[in-house]
């Protein structure tokens, strides 16, 4: 038969080519879009993506098939052209299938350009085979074989190229790698297509008649066209969409990264299997490790061992059940450092589906700062800043606690208020900060008195509250001995050794009260009555206690308004010369006569003027009121005589004792000679600072005597130092001379003593003549007493100066 010639259509050659580096383009661009897909999207995109391939390769043989002229009329077989695109899908998919795995191994490269090559050439040959002529198709054996040898190495090499293509999709240079490989791939796909076509020889055959249904070159152009553009519109669109989301992805994605990496929390994302997915530089501070150190490890890493289970048992109940408590809410515990160390952090837990997967966010917060401040502000709210024991603010909550579970267990309870004896004289010796150490230590030995479940507090100063919890009265004098006790044991504070001493009241719940205020109230009603009885011991509250102490209180309340309400008065008991029995002096007393009470003895009321203060003001009105009688009686035309005047040791320690004593003289106008001072033995205890203001009295003019000489424990020495000018012997001498020889022996001493220094004697509590005979055989100077005068009015007394009473000895 006679061989026909062929020739080719120089523009479709040259369209066919553009067609498959168009074709390839979109292949290459198409396999990083299914690379960056996730499941369903990327089958999604695979599909797409091997139908516009295979489209585009189809597309480029037909056109080229047009390009290819014959002599003939040609037309082709319309079932066998539709076979043709078969192979081309298939191939294309394959090829898109094994780029997009994230590893490509040697052998998948292979096996995949065998099928990839054996599906390109079918898809050439069955489209040969749909050509309709009058003409025979015979092949020439080498070229069909370089044919199928081109469609694998193109196959190979399209493979390469589009997964370096993908590995490198994030290069700046990317467009250019994409179009240099697209140029090679269509390039050798047109090759692989019109080395096929080579090997083709065409021989005219008569007999040869179409038996199907045909369509023209003209109809197959139209088809190709649009094949043309739906795949240059797909690839291109689909790009530009793409890339559009891509970039909006990518620019939220790289807000995000931001947010999270300049954030100082730890936050942390994890898989279902509690896989770490993504660790920020916060984490990193916080744990200390490094993120490659724990992308794909395990959650647990972060959590101390004997919270891992309890941590997955709460995972594993949300994924079998698809709720959590902890979801949404924030949560306080302990994470585990790097180093091993654990750390107190605050974890926020956030949960979202992706792709059928559960994912869970972690935002870790390190708390240890938080907590230290914590603990120090409740340190400073619930803890003496001192001693570190409990205040008074914690101290009733456990009272309260301790009181609700008494009731309900029907239990007693019992309180211990404790006051250190001698502390102030440690303090004021030895100084504040001496005294802080010490009370340092008396909180050590206390909490090593007490029991778990027992409370030791410290009220303020040196005053502390023990809390027993179901205790006994057998057990609360178990403990009160053991604390005095351990008590009679020395401190040593920087080389100092101490002493002080524990005076304990206990009050019990119920019998002793039934609220916390009644119960301290109590205790440290009874605390007052050891300290009354010598300290350092314990007592038990009774209710006599509570009227003594109600009393007390009363008598103060009424003392401090008494002075405002004019109801003291002053007293006055004359002293006599006992060789003359004339007057020489009186002795001004105060008396208290409350409007409700009646008269009140200075024995009830002077101790507690002295405990509480208020004998400063009252000193001070009865030493103006006494000088300004005294001048009264001057004014009367009297013989003058001297006003003694009591001055007790709080008044004594004022610095401006000196100024109050001059004010008083000045403004009654009395000569300052006919002033007398009576100053107790207690005073002169702190002898530099007695002197001292002695001699200034003394410089003064003033009369100074010792008041109830003997009955103090000062040294004979002070009589030398002293500028005294009289000794009055107490009355409980004077009174018992008769009775007892020890007595009488005693004043002899003292009034022999006081002359010998070249001192006055006065005794006080004469009350019989034969104590005054006693008296003037032993040549004292004065005497006052009973005997003589109860103490008087001022008027009354005015009555007896009138008439210058003496006494004449029988």
Known sequence: ???????????????????????????LDLGIRIHKAKRSVRQAWLAGGAFAMGMGIWSMHFVAMLAFHLPISVS????????????????????LYIVSRPIMRKPHVFIGATFIATGVVSMHYIGMEAMVMGATIEYNPYLWALSAIIAYVVSLVALLLLFAVKQNAGSPRIMLRKLGSSLIMGIAISGMHYTGMAAATFKHDHAHIASELTFDTKLLAYLIGFGILFILGLAFISTFIDRRFESQMMMSEKRFRSVVESAHDAIILADHN????????????????????????KLHRIFPERFIESHKEQLERFLATGEVNELGMTYELLGLRKDQTEFPMELSLAVWKEEESTCFSCIIRDISERKRTEEKINRMVYRDPLTGLPNRLLLNDRLDLALDQAYENQQSMGIMFIDLDRFKFINDTLGHAMGDKLLIEVAKRFEACIGKGDTVSRQGGDEFIILWAHTTADEMIKNANKIVRIFSQSFTILEHELFVTPSIGISLYPSDGGDIETLIKNADTAMYRVKEQGKNNFQF??????EAVTKKMQLEIGLRKALERNEFKVFYQPQIDVNTGKITGAEALIRWQHPEWGPISPADFIPLAEETGLIIPIGEWVLNEACRQNKEWQKQGHPPFRIAVNISSRQFKQNNLIDIVSKALDESGLEHKYLELELTESIIQDSKYAIETMHKLKAMGIFLSIDDFGTGYSSLNYLKLFPIDSLKIDQSFTRNMFEDAKDAALVHTIISMAHNLDLKVIAEGVETKEQLQFLLQKECNEAQGYLISRPLPAQELTSIIKQQYSFRHQ
């Open 274 to 297: 509690r896989t770490i997915l993504s660790w920020n530089k916060g984490a990193q501070l916080i744990f200390g490790y490094e993120e490659q150190e724990l992308i794909g490890e």
């Open 1 to 27: 038969m006679e061989t026909i010639s062929s020739s080719y259509h120089i523009p479709f050659v040259i369209f066919s080519i553009l067609i498959a580096i168009i074709a390839s383009f979109a292949a």
């Open 541 to 546: 509250y009774t209710p006599e206690m509570n």
């Open 76 to 95: 082709y077989k319309l079932s066998t052209v539709i076979y043709s695109i078969v192979p081309a899908l298939l191939a294309s998919w394959l090829a």
